[in-house]
């Protein structure tokens, strides 16, 4: 329509140099359809006219034509920090993507165990997705032998840390009472004394658990030791029965193994613990109920020497 339009002079020369100017190999078919609507229009136009509304159709042919064809699937997450220091999480996955997270939740879930407050499907979820990320960042940098790396920093005063109260991370995002006693527990220490803005001394970094104390507690517990519980040792943090701040002695005999939830759990309020002579890991929930477990390598005295070796 348009060269017909040129061969009986509706169009001038430099109105249709102005259309092809505009149109692609990409928009050519769309121009197809509409140049019916659109010769009319343009004709008695200037050619400089012409040209800057063809500018126009051919940016919202691009468009439209983008719009038309299938999206890429693509993943996306966005993970935003509240002004009460929680985050919210929210987002969308491709297929794929979406069954590796699923089967991943899926696998890094535990049951609620006997004697604790039951969890709705949310909360495992959510329990068990940052156990994933808590394992990724515990594991990273030598996957055989060192797996603990710092990996959240908290800064806290030692009247906080001696009152149960929580410290803030160095963005400011604040850490509570017994998820810092938690981290505390089994962590490296730095000890800064401050006057005001200065620093008037800092001493080196103190693993509160050498690797062999680790070790030891590894092989005696195997596994989380909440009653109930098989959260593997990779998982877990060597837990001060007898709180640290309370003096507790960091030896096996006060040292437990306990995943990250169980160990949060039992620096909160109600909950107490005591490790007997021969390994028994007793816990009384706030309820009173007492709960039991033994180390699974509970063998006849006298025991076999075992030895942890590094690859
Ligand atoms: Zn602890
Ligand atoms: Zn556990």
Redesign the pocket.
């Known amino acids: 329509m348009t060269a017909a339009a040129a061969a009986n002079g509706t169009l001038s020369a430099g109105q249709v140099r102005a259309i092809v100017a505009n149109v692609t190999a990409h928009t050519m078919g769309l121009f197809a359809e509409h140049e019916a609507d659109m010769v009319p229009l343009l004709a008695p136009m200037p050619a400089a006219d012409v040209a800057s509304a063809m500018r126009t159709w051919a940016a919202l042919a691009e468009d439209a034509l983008d719009e038309g064809e299938p999206a890429e699937p693509s993943s996306r997450l966005h993970l935003s920090k509240s002004l009460e220091g929680r985050w919210r999480l929210d987002g969308g996955l491709d297929a794929l993507s979406g069954k590796v997270l699923d089967t991943a939740l899926g696998l890094a879930q535990r049951p609620d165990v006997e004697g604790e407050p039951s969890r709705s499907p949310g909360e495992r979820r959510a329990d068990a997705l940052v156990d994933i990320c808590s394992f990724f960042l515990a594991h990273r940098e030598h996957p055989s032998s060192s797996r603990h790396r710092p990996h959240v920093d908290v800064i806290v005063t030692l009247e906080d840390l001696r009152a149960g109260r929580g410290g803030e991370c160095p963005d400011g995002t604040p850490i509570d009472g017994p998820a810092l006693?938690?981290l505390?527990?089994?962590s490296t220490m730095h000890r800064v004394l401050m006057a005001g803005s200065v620093i008037l001394d800092y001493g080196t970094a103190t693993k509160t658990i050498s690797a062999n104390l680790f070790h030891a507690v590894v092989v005696r517990d195997r596994h989380c030791r909440f009653s109930g519980c098989d959260r593997p040792a990779s998982w877990s943090?060597?837990?001060?029965v007898v709180?640290?701040e309370d003096g507790g002695p960091t030896c096996p005999s006060n040292c437990v193994l306990?995943c990250r939830r169980h160990?949060?759990r039992?620096?909160r309020k109600g909950w107490s613990a005591e490790l007997t002579d021969d390994g028994a890991f007793v816990v009384t929930n706030p309820d009173g109920r007492v709960f039991t477990s033994h180390p699974p390598g509970n063998r006849p005295r006298p025991p076999p020497e075992l030895f942890w070796a590094t690859g």
């Open positions: 006693a938690s505390v527990c089994h943090d060597v837990h001060h709180h640290a306990l160990h949060t039992l620096h």
